[in-house]
């Protein structure tokens, strides 16, 4: 039997480090606090890690603005930590992905030190320098232009200006940016999220963007007009796949994409002949309305249109966006685990999702996040999503014996690891559950997706491989009667249903989903 590479398989669960855990009391999640967490991944039955930038950085976006692409930031610890890390997680079975941040630099990296330095530097060209500035913005508000007085020159940034873009039509940043994968490629780093894949080049003739019609005043600037000229470039794809070919170079390694692009766009980073990212990343399910007839429609949108032998992967939370138990709710955000664990190929998790963590509302003097602090009060804001993991029911959740860089908020006492552990109830025992099932159960990470149906708010849709399976999820808050096949529940998001015999029809509470092997 053909055995699927370890990616498709994988279910991945994204640390984010600043917030995992803290082992030294500065209140900042570090690599040796990972270290004493493995054996927590490992039971929860994950099978990969994507570790967030953990390189040398002035940390203006918290890691995203790399000063050292091949060492560790010592408030992580030290390459001995990351080599150890990686040792454990191996060992255990498990893999490791890193975050590469292709993009832009540190304004603080020795490139962009030289590269200011003076126009005659031969590092200049390494990132994007002009005369006059045309009017594309920065993804974080206002110009995405700053003036350097010394060289009396503008460079590009698509994010803060201590985050100057590369130039990427550059053939010694190239080789320089695919030496720093080999760097941690030969150490046997499983593979890579790469940061931002789709604004990696921008428009050789710098031309304007046009204005956006559909812009809605109160939304973030940025929005003011469309991306056309610096994003989604059509050279980006030779860059991609050349960057797939560096990862090819060595055996059994991921190439993952951040793209935030509609379905038809986002397609295309698979690449001609599938020589592009492994796993363009799919966020249909963090930006789907919480209705059945949405996010049936949202499934069979994007499974459609895969190409032919593209892997199909999912996200349901990340960095940058709200926590799912706070966009759909508590209740709904089990009906989400479901939906996640018996979709079709490889599956994205956010730490804490396990537990249930909600978004925490952090007060205007807690902002930490440079979004936030660029463009107040409209939602920008991503520290709500990267509060600390709760491990226990102690002041500080068992997250570090200082004072945490974000707040806790005020649900740990209760949504933290040790207390669910204890609860069979827990949205933890769900998740373990159901991340179990699914290795058992082949069907659900390679078998066909049909029969993708809604009815009066409950979507159902089939897998089948040896097994035939049926999903079925109430969206709505209200009791259903809804047929069912015949077959037994294999698992239910409310635990009494497990092992019931059904057939013909089910009743479904409010936010009740149900996996039916048929008989
Ligand atoms: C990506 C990251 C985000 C970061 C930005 C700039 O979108 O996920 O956290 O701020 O790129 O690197
Ligand atoms: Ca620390």
Not at 229 to 245: C, F, L, T
Not at 271 to 293: I, M, R
Request: proline content about 8%.
């Amino acid at each position: 039997m053909h055995v699927l590479e370890w990616w498709k398989r994988a279910v991945i669960y994204e640390i984010y480090p600043r917030s995992f855990q803290d082992s030294n009391g500065d209140g900042i999640g570090d690599l040796p606090g990972i270290l004493t967490r493995l054996d927590y991944l490992g039971e929860l039955g994950v099978d990969a890690l994507w570790i967030s930038p953990i390189y040398p950085s002035p940390m203006a976006d918290f890691g995203y603005d790399i000063a050292d692409y091949c060492g560790i930031d010592p408030l992580f610890g030290t390459m001995a930590d990351f080599d150890r890390i990686l040792e454990e997680v191996h060992r255990r079975g498990l893999r490791l992905i890193l975050d590469f941040v292709p993009n832009h630099t540190s304004d603080q990296h020795p490139w962009f030190l030289e590269s200011r330095s003076s126009r005659e530097n031969p590092k200049r060209d390494w990132y994007i320098w002009r005369d006059r500035p045309n009017n594309w913005t920065s993804n974080f508000g206002g110009s995405g232009w700053e003036y350097d007085e010394a060289t009396g020159q503008y460079y590009y940034h698509s994010f803060l200006k201590e985050q100057p873009d590369l130039n990427w039509r550059n053939p010694a940043v190239v080789q320089a940016m695919f030496n720093v994968l080999r760097f941690w490629l030969r150490k046997w780093v499983d593979g890579f999220r790469v940061d931002v894949m789709w604004l990696m080049i921008k428009d050789d003739k710098f031309r304007d963007n046009p204005p956006n019609p559909g812009y809605v005043p109160g939304t973030p600037s940025n929005h003011r007009l469309l991306p056309v000229y610096n994003s989604n470039r059509p050279e980006v794809h030779k860059i991609v796949a050349e960057m797939r070919g560096v990862i090819d170079e060595f055996c059994d390694r991921v190439l993952i994409g951040e793209i935030y692009l509609p379905i038809p766009q986002l397609m295309s980073y698979y690449g001609k002949d599938l020589e592009g990212a492994n796993l363009p990343f799919n966020f249909q399910l963090l930006q789907c309305p919480w209705t059945a007839a949405a996010v049936s429609g949202a499934i069979r949108d994007y499974y459609h249109a895969l190409p032919k032998g593209a892997w199909p992967n999912w996200v349901l939370g990340n960095h940058d966006q709200p926590r799912i138990a706070s966009r759909v709710g508590k209740l709904q955000a089990r009906v989400a685990a479901m939906l996640l664990f018996t979709l079709p190929g490889t599956l994205t998790m956010y730490y804490g999702e396990e537990i249930g963590m909600t978004n925490v509302p952090i007060a205007p003097e807690e902002v930490q996040d440079p979004a936030e602090k660029n463009e107040p009060g409209i939602g920008q804001g991503r520290d709500p999503e990267r509060t600390p993991m709760c491990w226990d029911r102690g002041p500080l959740a068992g997250f570090t014996t200082g004072a945490p860089w974000l707040p806790l908020g005020e649900e740990h006492s209760a949504v933290n690891v040790a207390a669910e552990r204890e609860d069979r109830h827990s949205m933890l025992q769900l998740y373990g559950k159901l991340i179990a099932l699914r290795k058992a159960h082949p069907a659900l990470v390679s078998g066909e997706l049909h029969a993708i149906q809604v009815e009066q708010n409950v979507l159902r849709y089939r897998r089948s491989g040896a097994e035939e399976i049926e999903v079925i999820l109430n969206m709505t808050h209200e009791q259903k009667t809804v047929p069912a096949p015949q077959g037994i529940v294999l698992e239910g998001t409310h635990v009494d249903r497990e092992g019931e015999a059904v057939d013909g029809q089910m009743v479904l509470r409010s936010a009740e989903g149900a996996v039916v092997l048929l008989a």
